[in-house]
């Protein structure tokens, strides 16, 4: 049997095995609940981005020393942790997976409480980094057994606004508690050195993700996986030779996540200090307002993309890809302005129209994947994405745009320029690859429904 028969046959339930039905308590309580761990996930990894300030000024760093904890520190161990974990999630228990990681990394977090240096702050980034890339994958495998396949885009609209809105969430919580904490003096620790009052945000956000890991282990069932064809699942070379055969799909959709993944990651860890640099709100303002807009927008833009998928689907085979392409593309223009306006409101509204036409993309992203790839290559296959978008644009994105305004802008003061630039190159050259993914997926989604018998 061939990888694109398995895969054909990926979403039939075996006869043991019935399908959970829409309204099943199980399946969607799983869905809400990765959910959660996906806004812990964004939360720990994101509020870095709100101290870029305060780090420079308190451990004397440079906005390139910055970029690489906001980078390479964590994606570099990304890469280096998700092939292992989403193989360990194929082949095993993928609840004992998320669980596992969630707490590893939320402990990493309270660490950097008492992180000191440079050296510090990369270990701990690099051990979040290292066991997130775990959680993902898995998560979207685990719901693509625990929902119908004709509900997957709200599924995957609940859990991607958990993983998008954390992000939000992480400058709405990091800032509100260092409005708190505003007052609270240096703490000197013997044998340690200075707490700072930022650094002790780090503590209050890392304790949750423990108490939610022993919830999600005691509470959440392990979905039967449904049409599993190999018992023990696929090897990286299966994987491998799987996407390869299917390039005509996923090397235009590889390509396009890249190009999308280099704004998100590259300009997203830079928005709290332009709007500190151009317009002088500091993290405390900043961070609530940026959080705030953030969840709205991007929950907002989530639901609409599931609803769109949902209603194009009824009408074209390649709906998820329609959807991914439009999506990106009407972000394009809010992102090329935005960090051109005159004011900060209207910088973030741009920001905020911006996000919520992008998020859109992510359930038809995620539904497409998962739709396409056998039942025990999901999380592997997912990870390769994951991997691919976080080695190459979370590592460099972020250091690029460091890069343009130390040395090409010249003054940090210029940084408006660099992102508006940046997103005026990218954003065109990656709708151009997502608008050749949707002919190849539409080939391959037929082509499966027929050896389905649909």
């Given at each position: 049997?061939?990888?694109?028969?398995?895969?054909?046959?990926?979403?039939?339930?075996p006869?043991?095995?019935?399908?959970?039905?829409?309204?099943?308590?199980?399946?969607?309580?799983?869905?809400?609940?990765?959910?959660?761990?996906?806004?812990?996930?964004?939360?720990?990894?994101?509020?870095?981005?709100?101290?870029?300030?305060?780090?420079?000024?308190?451990?004397?760093?440079?906005?390139?020393?910055?970029?690489?904890?906001?980078?390479?520190?964590?994606?570099?161990?990304?890469?280096?942790?998700?092939?292992?974990?989403?193989?360990?999630?194929?082949?095993?228990?993928r609840?004992?997976?998320?669980?596992?990681?969630?707490?590893?990394?939320?402990?990493?977090?309270?660490f950097?409480?008492?992180?000191?240096?440079?050296?510090?702050?990369?270990?701990?980034?690099?051990?979040?980094?290292?066991?997130?890339?775990?959680?993902?994958?898995?998560?979207?495998?685990?719901?693509?057994?625990?929902?119908?396949?004709?509900?997957?885009?709200?599924?995957?609209?609940?859990y991607?606004?958990?993983?998008?809105g954390?992000?939000?969430?992480?400058?709405?919580?990091?800032?509100?508690?260092?409005?708190?904490?505003?007052?609270?003096?240096?703490?000197?620790?013997?044998?340690?050195?200075?707490?700072?009052?930022?650094?002790?945000?780090?503590?209050?956000?890392?304790?949750?993700?423990?108490?939610?890991?022993?919830?999600?282990?005691i509470?959440?069932?392990?979905?039967?996986?449904?049409?599993?064809?190999?018992?023990?699942?696929?090897?990286l070379?299966?994987?491998?030779?799987?996407?390869?055969?299917?390039?005509?799909?996923?090397?235009?959709?590889?390509?396009?996540?890249?190009?999308?993944?280099?704004?998100?990651?590259?300009?997203?860890?830079?928005?709290?200090?332009?709007?500190?640099?151009?317009?002088g709100?500091?993290?405390?303002?900043?961070?609530?307002?940026?959080?705030?807009?953030?969840?709205?927008?991007?929950?907002?833009?989530?639901?609409?993309?599931?609803?769109?998928?949902?209603?194009?689907?009824?009408?074209?085979?390649?709906?998820?890809?329609?959807?991914?392409?439009?999506?990106?593309?009407?972000?394009?223009?809010?992102?090329?302005?935005?960090?051109?306006?005159?004011?900060?409101?209207?910088?973030?509204?741009?920001?905020?129209i911006?996000?919520?036409?992008?998020?859109?993309?992510?359930?038809?992203?995620s539904?497409?994947?998962?739709?396409?790839?056998?039942?025990?290559?999901?999380?592997?296959?997912t990870?390769?994405?994951?991997?691919?978008?976080?080695?190459?644009?979370?590592?460099?994105?972020?250091?690029?745009?460091?890069?343009?305004?130390?040395?090409?802008?010249?003054?940090?003061?210029?940084?408006?320029?660099?992102?508006?630039?940046?997103?005026?190159?990218?954003?065109?050259?990656?709708?151009?690859?997502?608008?050749?993914?949707?002919?190849?997926?539409?080939?391959?989604?037929r082509?499966?429904?027929?050896?389905?018998?649909?």
């Open positions: 049997m061939t990888a694109s028969t398995q895969a054909a046959g990926a979403e039939t339930p006869a043991s095995a019935p399908l959970i039905d829409g309204t099943s308590y199980r399946g969607w309580y799983t869905v809400y609940m990765t959910g959660l761990v996906a806004v812990m996930s964004q939360i720990d990894r994101g509020v870095l981005a709100l101290f870029v300030q305060p780090m420079k000024r308190d451990f004397h760093l440079t906005d390139t020393q910055v970029s690489i904890l906001l980078g390479f520190a964590f994606t570099f161990f990304y890469v280096v942790g998700g092939p292992p974990l989403s193989r360990l999630a194929d082949r095993g228990v609840k004992s997976v998320i669980c596992g990681c969630l707490a590893v990394w939320s402990c990493a977090t309270a950097c409480t008492i992180a000191q240096s440079f050296w510090a702050y990369f270990f701990a980034r690099a051990v979040i980094g290292g066991t997130e890339a775990g959680c993902g994958p898995a998560s979207l495998s685990m719901i693509a057994d625990a929902v119908p396949r004709n509900r997957l885009p709200l599924a995957y609209a609940i991607n606004s958990g993983f998008v954390g992000g939000a969430l992480s400058l709405l919580i990091g800032g509100v508690l260092l409005g708190l904490l505003a007052d609270v003096q240096p703490i000197h620790l013997a044998g340690i050195g200075v707490v700072h009052n930022w650094q002790l945000v780090f503590l209050m956000l890392g304790i949750p993700g423990l108490v939610i890991a022993a919830l999600f282990f509470t959440v069932p392990e979905p039967t996986r449904r049409g599993g064809r190999k018992q023990g699942g696929y090897s070379r299966e994987v491998i030779g799987f996407v390869v055969e299917h390039r005509a799909l996923h090397l235009p959709f590889i390509i396009a996540t890249l190009l999308m993944s280099f704004q998100v990651y590259g300009l997203g860890a830079w928005v709290p200090a332009f709007f500190e640099r151009t317009y709100w500091g993290p405390a303002v900043a961070g609530p307002l940026l959080g705030l807009f953030g969840m709205i927008s991007t929950t907002i833009g989530m639901f609409a993309g599931a609803w769109f998928a949902s209603w194009l689907a009824k009408r074209h085979e390649d709906a998820n890809m329609r959807v991914y392409f439009i999506a990106q593309a009407l972000a394009i223009p809010f992102g090329i302005i935005g960090p051109l306006m005159p004011n900060p409101w209207l910088s973030l509204g741009c920001v905020a911006g996000g919520a036409a992008a998020a859109m993309a992510s359930p038809a992203f539904a497409a994947l998962q739709l396409t790839t056998p039942n025990e290559m999901r999380s592997q296959v990870a390769l994405y994951f991997i691919l978008a976080n080695a190459i644009a979370g590592s460099l994105g972020p250091t690029l745009v460091a890069l343009l305004t130390d040395y090409v802008a010249g003054s940090e003061q210029d940084l408006r320029y660099v992102m508006s630039g940046f997103r005026l190159v990218l954003g065109p050259l990656g709708a151009i690859f997502m608008w050749k993914t949707i002919a190849p997926y539409g080939r391959l989604y082509q499966q429904r027929l050896a389905e018998g649909a």
